[in-house]
């Protein structure tokens, strides 16, 4: 207390000069329109510029929930825009039967929980199994394109063969055209994948997108891979045609997993016209 009261002793001087400024300021800003608008201005900016950060930094922690809400909308979404309405023919009129659906895809949203991408056989994790109506051989996308592939399914998670996986086959085309081919790694560089078995009729350039083909039962068609980076011709053949891809898959968070209701009996079609 000794020590406030000596400090206050010794600044007398000072602390009335600035409780005399204050009581001046005061008075100016009251009693002239001009400096008061100017004072109220000023201090909306000031606390207009601390409700920002404030608020960008409440954001930043809501980032993450923001991010999940996203996803399931969007998987919600593309659930809706994946039913189609059969068409009933009545009396030589086509009407639309509003009760009964025929959905193709269902999509389902999970969670990246682990991800490798520097190994020759790449797998990811999600937070989604069985318990969840997942299975096997289901396509894994996000916002920007393919993931890959579930492999393993326990009840509540899932492996995925990685696109950045040495075994990874996928059908994919060009947008430009109707070209296809199967889409593999080579094992370099894990933000390029390759073209394979293009034949050399399909004219590409750099920067044709490439999308899926939709000859398989694991993605519909047209979901964006990436852009053709270069290629390379020999003997009247593409000798490599490298794609970057529109992910980044280093970082790969929220993803949607693909089930075609069609899947079994396609494939079941298809095997018994290979074994005629």
Known sequence: MQQIISFLDKNKLFILFLLLEMFAIIFTIQS?????????????????GIYNKINNFKEFLYLKKENERLNEENVYLKNLLSIKEKDIVQHDLT???????NQKYNYTAAKVINNNFRKNNNYLT???GANQDLESDLGVINSKGIIGITKSVSGNYATVLSILNVNSRINAKLLSSDH???LSWDNNDYNVVQLLDLPIQADIYRGDTVITGGKSSMFPEGIPIGTIKDFKTVNNNYDYINIL???????????QVIKNFDKIEIEILEEKSTNE
């Open 32 to 48: 002239h329109s001009f400096h008061r608008s100017k004072f109220v201005n000023s201090a909306n900016f000031l606390s207009g």
């Open 126 to 128: 999600i937070n989604k």
């Open 245 to 255: 891809l529109f992910n980044d898959m280093s970082s790969i968070g929220n993803v």
């Open 95 to 101: 009407v639309m039967d509003t009760v009964k659906y």
């Open 180 to 182: 296809y081919g199967s």
